[in-house]
Every structure is written in C-alpha cells, then in structure tokens.
C-alpha cells in the first residue's frame, strides 16, 4: 500500500461555486470572474477571504487573487499545466493541508475564452516546441491537433464516425436536463456528420464551446470541515493523482491512448482504494468528442476499444450505468478555455445531491481533467462521508 | 516558390538545442537525433537523451521513408494556408514521430499505415518537411 492512502479522506471540498453567470460576460475580466466565483465558493461554505490561507489558481497569478480579494495567504500554488491544473491543485492542496502548511485553501478559475476581456492573447512561445515543430505545418488550433490520433483509434479498433458522432448527442441529452447548460436542444448523429467540417473526421459538434466563466472550491481539513458550521455537507477528497507527457503531440507515446491519464487515474483510485467499478458518476473532461472515448478506457471503466459502443449504446447516458458528464459538458454546457475546474464543480454537485440532472445515490464520483492535447491529466476521486 | 514577402505562413524559429536539427533541413538533410549511448532515436531534437539521459547526441541521416501513423484532413486554415490538406503524424523509419503534410490530390483516398516519403518544402529563406505518398502501403 503507498503511503498516500493515508491521506484518503483527509480534506474536504467545503464551498464550490461556479461564477454567477456563465456563457458570454463582456462586463468582466478574466481576473474578476475568478474573484466572482471565489465570493460565490466562500458565500457557500459560509466562510470569508480572511478565513483563507492558502490560494491556487491558473491562467491569472494566485498572487493577483489573493491581493484582490485581501487574503494573506502563506501558501501559493500557480501551477498551470492547462485544463486539467484545477485537478493538480486540489492534489497539492491535500499534501500541503496535511502537512499543516495551510488550513484553508481556496483554488480559483475564471476566463473570458469568448469576450477575451483582461485576457492575454494566446499564442505558443516562438520557442516552444508546438511553435517550432508544429505551428509551421498550419494546424488550424487545437480542432487539427487533440484530435490527431483519432483516424489511428478508427482503424485499430473499427470505430465509425456514427460511434464518434453519438458522444455529442448523448451529453446534448444530459444538456437538456441542466437550465444552465448552453446548448440545450436535441440533436442527432446525423446533425453531428451534417455540420461543417474542420479537420476531418472532426466536425463542429465534435467540438467544445468557447466561454466566458469562473468556479472555485474551498478545502480545509476533514477535521476543521467537522467543526464548521457548513451549509452544504462536506465532500471528501478519497483520491488523487497527475502525470503529464508532451506539450507536441508527435511527443505522444500512443495515439489511442492517453499515459498522463491512466497514471493520474490508477494513482487516484489506488489512494482511494477504489475500482472504476464502485464509481456511481463520472466526469471527462470533452474538449473534443474523441476525449471521453480514450478516458473511459484509460481510467479502466472498460476495456481497449470498448468505449464507442459502450457510448453508443446508451450506458453513459441519462439512465444507464455509467453517467457521465452530466452537466453538458464542454460540449454542451460551457468551455472556458480551461474547462477542468468545471468537472470538479459537477462532481460535487452530483455527491452533494444538488445537480440539475441529478443522479439517484451517488456517494463516489470521479472527475479527470486534461490539459494542451493530452500534455497532462489529473484525476480526483470524490465522495460522501459514507465513503470514509 | 512562395513569395517571401507576402507568406503569411509560419516557419520555425530555433532554439540552440534544435539549430542544427532545423539548419540540415534547410540543407535538405532529414537527420534524427540519436543516443551515442544507449541508441535511442528520439525527437523533437535535444540535448540529452529522454531514455537514459546522455549529453551525446548524434544527428543521424534519416532514412527517408515512414508510414503515416495517423491524420486529419484540414478543411479550416491558418492564415497563409490553402485547405484543404492533410496534416499528419508521421512514423518515421527510425521510429519517432514528425508532423508535416502529405501531399496528396486525394486526400480522402489516404490511409493510415500508408507509406511515405520524405520532401521539402520552401519556404522563405528555409525548409519546411513535408512528405509524399510512395504509393504502397505498409
């Protein structure tokens, strides 16, 4: 046994929040939607900026964060490994809580991926290795590189574009049951395959949304979570885990298979002494449709090459076994930029019991991030106080 | 050739650690990066090998030939590009993998595991890599 499952349980999600509106907010900055979502997080564990001490954030400085909001932090992580980071903080924010070098720590998002109010533009480094070895071949962004190894997956293991199309339908399907979420109507996989094509087999409902957002969370100890007087039941932390690859694909050691994913996955369900098959929901996170497909397979809730039919078939869908990005997703339901603090939000929702598409008896979700195009991942698993 | 003054295109800016890698192909020279140590062939182009972590690395002649290890076909462009094209991930026959075109009139006619060539492209004052389809498959 690792040491670390002595840390299973050991801290507690206290507040999550998402920023107060979601979708286009030309009226904030990137800066002040982490902030809006930070007040909405401590409002909700019933806490203040000066109950923090610790704070963690990505795209802004955690530095900016905690001066905006007054916190006198003694404990700083500005981590950014990209949509997967929020996963990571929360994994350090566990070391460093039990560790005793915090108490509370608040971790923000918060970007203005649509408006690019207070955003720096994005452009890749001259230096870095996407800008010298890939940016020259013209990949129209992310659409032409995520999605690179699919055509290899379709031949290995005989997925159709119909299989890959029924990934947007079925979140489109969770969509409809979440007020909040998007893009709420109905669509088909022959709407998927009619809609413009970017980088084939890639097409625009393959793709995730480009938002404006923020969420935070709030954790402390299992042992001051007990002694507050919380609005919302803790969540606790029953694993965790990150890896990362490369920052190029042709860096990749698989094209059909994700290495950060399945370490950060078999570190966090290890630490949880937990098996995929004790996992009442489950986040993924859908930058693209392909996304969910690899992590299904690489967290082991199926075999290689099982996981379009067991999408096609209905078992990730409202009803069936596995739910799975319940919200919407970044498909349907919103997608910032760096859409893992989002996963993390409807994890806690579906243990607390507060979903808008609200699963029946959920004590464990798990909720796995990643970041640049499969550069890194990082896996929580989270459950209810009758999982300790 | 393209117009240097009116390519919109991107070409790579090199580090130290990649000049060399990037100047042969300016020369026309494919190279791969190899550990005099342990032999490992590896890119993108470093100063250490990323298996056994040895400072000496030789830039080997490739061999020219690979197979097309997986695709899309770009229907949307970057500023200065024409789509469509196809943008692949390249198995090279020392075993690393490389981005570049495949040049091809039928794109929707490309297979994975198709074998390709090695080319170049100019572009500007440089080379860009790029690959042609031999015809057979792998």
Partial sequence: MSRDRALRGAIAVVGAAESTELGKIPGKSALELHVDAALNALADAGLRPSDVDGVACAGELPVDVADYLGIVPEYLDGTNVGGSSYMLHVRHAMAAITAGLCETVLVTHGESGRSRVGMTPWAPAPQSFMAQLELPHGPVGAPSLFPIGVRRYMAEYGMTREQLATVPVVQRQWAALNPRARLRDPITVEDVLASPVIADPIHLMHCCLVTDGGGALVLTSAERAAQLDLPAPPVYVLGAGESSESTVVSGLESLTSSRAIRIGGERAFAQAGLTPAEVDHLMIYDAFAHVPLYGLEDLGFVGRGEAPAFVADGHTAPGGRLPLNTNGGGLAYTHTGMYGMFAIQESVRQVRGTAPAQVEGVDVSVCTGVGGMFMSSGTLVLGSAATL | ?138
């Fill in chain 2, 1 to 138: 050739m393209s117009d240097i003054s009116t390519d919109s295109r991107p070409v790579p800016l090199p580090t130290p650690d990649t000049q060399e890698w990037f100047d042969r192909i300016d020369a026309g020279e494919l190279t791969v990066p190899r550990c005099r140590a342990c032999a490992e062939f590896f890119l993108y182009p470093r100063s250490c090998c990323p298996r056994c972590g040895a400072r000496e690395v030789d830039l080997v002649p490739a061999a020219g030939t690979g197979t097309v290890a997986s695709f899309v076909v770009n229907q949307r462009a970057p500023a200065g590009f024409a789509p469509p094209y196809v943008l692949a991930l390249v198995e090279l026959a020392e075993g690393p993998l490389l981005m570049g075109h495949v040049v091809t009139d039928a794109p929707d006619a490309l297979e994975v595991d198709a074998a390709v060539r090695v080319a170049f492209e100019q572009r500007g004052e440089r080379r860009v890599v790029r690959f042609e389809p031999t015809g057979s498959v792998a």
